[in-house]
């Protein structure tokens, strides 16, 4: 009922940008949290940003000062603007939302496919 699509992944060299969208649509009554989670190969996924409803914002430590989290609440999107990105920075990226669908007593999670980030050095 509740689906979320990334897009804007693909292959950049370093020190090149990237920005990542996620919309969610369906039976959506509101979406506190959302956010990005990424899992490079051989390794496990992480969390690399979210975003509250409100605009605060939490940043993994490896991409502070070059990641930027926002979202547009009137589209239900969440969007990703990646700097100085690094080979280190090659995952899937994968979002995560929040959901407060109609009918339901709570919110639930909800995760999109993931978007591949490619990173050359």
């Known amino acids: 009922q509740v689906q979320l699509v990334e897009s804007g992944g693909g292959l950049v060299q370093a020190g090149g940008s990237l920005r990542l969208s996620c919309a969610a649509s369906?039976?959506?009554?509101?979406?506190?949290?959302m956010g990005w989670y990424r899992q490079a190969p051989g390794k496990q996924r992480e969390l690399v940003a979210t975003?509250?409803?409100?605009?605060?914002?939490y940043y993994a430590d490896s991409v502070k000062g070059r990641f930027t989290i926002s979202r547009d609440n009137a589209k239900n999107t969440v969007y990703l603007q990646m700097n100085s990105l690094s080979p280190e920075d090659t995952a899937v990226y994968s979002c995560n939302a929040a959901v407060m669908p109609f009918y339901s007593s709570g919110p639930r999670d909800y995760w999109g496919k993931g978007t591949l980030v490619t990173v050359s050095s």
């Open positions: 369906g039976s959506i009554y509101s979406i506190n949290r």
């Open positions: 975003i509250i409803r409100d605009g605060s914002t």
